[in-house]
């Protein structure tokens, strides 16, 4: 194949590019691919945004926000039937949230601690409306998902031994692996919050036994 900046034409533009990015242009047989010229932009633009982000918060939003799959709520249709659409203030915090942008009035909250613009405390203070409701909502999910695959459940499980006396938020009420039924749990990890270190650090959740049901933990 020849590469396209043996044409005369074309060779100023690869040199601008290669001055760019300090980089050679792609080889003949990939210079169709898109993501071969756009990387090095990105990669720099990336840089760029990252040597600004002076706080420890602003980059923990940052890379939460580069994460794979992060932003694929941006995506979901607004399909108010489907319970897809969100209204303007969820809009307004959630892309504040994504961006690290302020998203409130510094206040104290009714637990006694203080607020910052960032507003993030919501999400982990224990006394937040609608704290257990978003739980809820979380484990419906992820029943509905199970019913929906054929598979019949129960949420809130009473009567399994458990060593922290927690019960998990689901059980199938058929065989999953080996024999067993399947437990799980949900969780919603907050990046920002003071605890998600040491929390992420420590092992499993639940101490598993020969006797236990299959585990798995669902973290949004
Ligand atoms: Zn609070």
């Given at each position: 194949m020849q590469h396209p900046f043996n044409n005369n034409n074309n060779k100023s533009f690869g040199q601008t590019w290669s001055d760019t990015f300090g980089t050679s242009p792609p080889a003949a047989d990939v210079v169709h691919k898109q993501s071969l010229w756009e990387g090095p932009g990105i990669q720099r633009d990336q840089t760029t945004v990252e040597s600004g982000l002076v706080t420890c918060d602003h980059q923990a939003s940052f890379r939460a926000a580069a994460a794979p799959h992060s932003g694929d709520w941006l995506y979901a249709l607004p399909i108010s039937s489907c319970g897809l659409r969100m209204d303007d203030e969820s809009v307004r915090v959630a892309v504040g949230l994504r961006l690290g942008c302020n998203v409130c009035v510094p206040h104290a909250c009714v637990c006694g601690t203080q607020v910052d613009a960032?507003?993030?405390h919501a999400f982990v203070c224990k006394r937040a409306p609608g704290r257990i409701a978003r739980h809820m909502a979380l484990n419906d999910v992820v029943a509905r998902t199970f019913v929906s695959a054929g598979v019949p459940v129960t949420k809130e499980p009473i009567g399994l031994a458990r060593q922290d006396g927690k019960r998990p938020d689901g059980l199938t009420?058929?065989?999953?692996?080996r024999g067993k039924p399947l437990t799980w749990d949900v969780t919603v990890a907050h990046t920002l919050a003071d605890s998600y270190v040491s929390t992420a650090a420590r092992s499993r959740p639940f101490q598993e036994t020969t006797e236990s049901p299959a585990f798995f933990s669902s973290a949004f």
């Open positions: 960032c507003g993030t009420l058929i065989p999953w692996q």
